[in-house]
Nanobody, 119 residues
């Protein structure tokens, strides 16, 4: 069984720079896209950033220039470096991986980590 575990959230002051991490574990054959999504109260879940296996990145307009996504394929880990945080970045951040495990290819979600930006 594949599991994604996120870490690095918490209470952050405006302008802060936390880094989120997400580790995928289990009987994984390969991981294609790795990404971060977020869901703020009363809003739909939205894409924050995604990175392909070869390193091609895509960002939401709202985080371009402030957030950086990266991955370590040897560790099955994806990171989200968040800089210049704003109160509107407050949300639960979810890791998502599209991967192959056994004979199955599909999308797996982490449990989410809360990021609260407040002074």
């Amino acid at each position: 069984q594949v599991q994604l575990v996120e870490s690095g959230g918490g209470l952050v002051q405006p302008g802060g720079s936390p880094r989120l991490s997400c580790v995928a574990s289990g009987s994984i054959f390969s991981i294609n896209d790795m990404g971060w999504y977020r869901q703020a109260p009363g809003k739909e879940r939205e894409l924050v950033a995604v990175i392909g296996r070869l390193g091609i990145r895509q960002y939401a307009d709202s985080v371009k220039g402030r957030f950086t996504i990266s991955r370590d394929n040897a560790k099955n880990t994806v990171y989200l470096q968040m800089n210049s945080l704003k109160p509107e970045d407050t949300a639960v951040y979810y890791c998502n991986c599209r991967l192959t495990a056994g004979a199955t290819t599909g999308s797996v979600w982490g449990q989410g980590t809360q990021v609260t930006v407040s002074s």
